[in-house]
């Protein structure tokens, strides 16, 4: 169907509304209540239009485009309203530097906000670079507010562990409430109290743990104004960039959007808008990434001191100690989550072809992501992707090589410690649960020099002076996989049946990766309870040369 908006010919879907039709055609109406992840609302009344031949005027948001219909969008009576109802909803927002007569000055020479308790204006609001209220702002050119404003003098609240709330900026648009209701189907906020008492909340002043939060961050995302903001990220500015890249935390394979500031993943957050992911994806993959305690440079024992080198001594120190190791003595270990289907080919071929050993053994970890390994008899030199093993089980080891990402007990007895990419900062494929290859981006680059595990492995290789094949990118070993050159293999998953059940139930999350607790790192794990454990069962006791997922 065709319609005008301003002088201007659009078409419209069926039962798309004038808001959507508009913004599809770069024609900008003001809004604050609709977000493109909700359904349309109809509540902040900034988005009324004329329309010819319609009595008054009509929420764009919630009224159908029609063919012939006949739209002005901007007269100046519109503005005037839009201003008016604007003024309102700034009398009880922090609104001092929207109204300031220097804002231009402060913002030209104090861009970056103060770190603040609690938000006073624009100059100490996480949200500045972003605050719908405050473009709207300026672009309705309000520099004054009819009457004095009222401050709600409201709490901060900080209590639940990946979320801040300063309910002072709350303008009450509803988008939290919705989002909550529209991806899980519940309540676990919404509006309390009455007239001029009205807030978000949970009900009966509990926290949102208490409360049944999914911790999925998307009423965090929806968030106008920075009233809900994301403790880690909040005083990090607008991220340079972001990519999208497949969550490796567990097999559900979710797609993410990953942010970078300053060469770092300051945010995750769900590549699909109108679907949720859990904690993990969404809260720990940068406090995971960024912990000071990652390994960052290679390391070689001497004597009782694990000495720092350059890769190509790290390299040549291993390959002689390695190139005696040779047969059924060595064995390899690594896990089928955090270890990519290109890693795996690699740890393969450099166990069967170059250190001529049976002994490729994969683990596949439990439902909380816990690896317990058994070695076979006779193991005398051991390479292992992560803690895997206890210290008192590696006793009768000669050698010890361990590639991970942060250090543990089994790091620190080792005689190499390699520093390896993960999550975010990884390239090539993975499975996911139903066996469908997914994609993975380096989004950012590693600490230090750690390297892929691939790539660490392949230069081991040519280090030993083995004839094995030696590849220059992940893109090289993705083709020679299963499935490697197929559509599914470069697509996201963007279509399931059901959400993971970390995103319905938080407790059922998985608690290690890699080996390592997650929460020793992502400390704000560690207020959330867990449902029921099981032990971890003994996964790891067959070599993979009958059963392998990457099928070599």
Not at 59 to 86: D, F, H
Not at 141 to 154: C, K, Q
Not at 275 to 288: E, H, N, S, V
Not at 470 to 476: C, G, M, P, R
Request: aromatic share 6%; net charge negative; hydrophobic share 35%.
């Amino acid at each position: 169907m065709e319609l005008t908006i301003n002088d201007q010919v659009v078409t419209a879907h069926d039962g798309e509304s004038i808001l959507r039709c508009a913004l599809r055609h770069d024609i900008f109406i003001p809004h604050l209540c609709t977000h493109p992840s909700l359904p349309d609302f109809g509540a902040c009344r900034m988005c009324l239009v004329e329309v010819t031949g319609l009595r008054g005027r009509a929420a764009a948001c919630t009224t159908p485009a029609a063919e012939g219909m006949v739209v002005q969008t901007n007269t100046p009576a519109l503005k005037q309203l839009r201003k008016g109802i604007l003024e309102l909803l700034l009398l009880e927002h922090p609104s001092a530097c929207i109204v300031c007569d220097e804002q231009a000055l402060c913002d030209e020479y104090r861009q970056q906000p103060q770190k603040a308790g609690r938000t006073t204006g624009c100059h100490t609001c996480n949200n500045k670079d972003d605050c719908e209220l405050r473009d709207l702002a300026k672009e309705l050119g309000i520099n004054h507010l009819p009457v004095p404003t009222f401050y709600r003098d409201l709490s901060i609240e900080r209590w639940d562990p990946f979320i801040d709330r300063d309910l002072n900026l709350c303008i009450l648009c509803g988008r939290c409430v919705r989002i909550c209701r529209e991806q899980h189907g519940t309540a676990t906020i919404d509006f309390t109290g009455r007239g001029s008492r009205v807030r978000i909340s949970e009900a009966f002043g509990r926290t949102l743990e208490e409360a049944g939060c999914h911790f999925c961050g998307s009423c965090v995302d929806v968030c106008p104004t920075g009233s809900i903001a994301e403790r880690y990220a909040k005083w990090l500015r607008r991220p340079d960039r972001s990519e999208e890249t497949t969550c490796r935390f567990c097999p559900a394979a979710c797609p993410l959007r990953v942010e970078v500031k300053q060469d770092r993943a300051v945010s995750a957050h769900s590549a699909l808008p109108e679907t949720a992911i859990c904690l993990l994806g969404r809260f720990c993959i940068p406090a995971f990434q960024n912990h000071p305690e990652r390994l960052r440079v290679p390391r070689i024992r001497v004597g009782s001191v694990l000495r720092e080198v350059s890769w190509e001594e790290a390299f040549a120190d291993a390959a002689k100690k390695l190139s005696g190791q040779t047969g059924d003595a060595f064995a390899f270990l690594c896990d089928t989550i955090s270890c990519t289907r290109e890693d795996r080919f690699v740890f393969k071929r450099f166990t069967n072809e170059v250190m001529k050993s049976k002994h490729y053994i994969e683990i596949t970890p439990d439902e909380r992501g816990r690896c317990n390994a058994l070695l076979p008899p006779g193991i005398k030199a051991l390479y292992s992707t992560g803690p895997y093993l206890t210290t008192d089980e590696c006793t009768d080891l000669d050698l010890l090589v361990v590639q991970d990402c942060h250090p543990s007990d089994l790091s620190e007895s080792a005689t190499f410690v390699f520093p390896a990419t993960i999550l975010a900062e990884t390239g090539g494929s993975c499975l996911d649960d139903e066996g469908t290859p997914r994609p993975l981006s380096p989004v950012s680059p590693p600490p230090g020099i750690a390297r892929a595990d691939w790539e660490i492995v392949v230069g081991l290789t040519e280090a030993i002076g083995a004839k094995a094949p030696v590849f220059s990118s992940a893109a090289e070993i993705t083709a020679l996989l299963p499935d490697g050159g197929s559509a599914d293999s470069n697509q996201l998953r963007r279509k399931r049946d059901s959400l993971p059940a970390p995103v319905i139930d938080p407790a059922l999350r998985h608690t290690h990766y890699r080996g390592h607790e997650i929460a020793k790192t992502v400390t704000g794990l560690k207020s959330l309870p867990l449902g029921d454990d099981k032990p971890a069962p003994n996964t790891a006791g067959e070599d993979k040369d009958v059963q392998d997922p990457v099928k070599t």
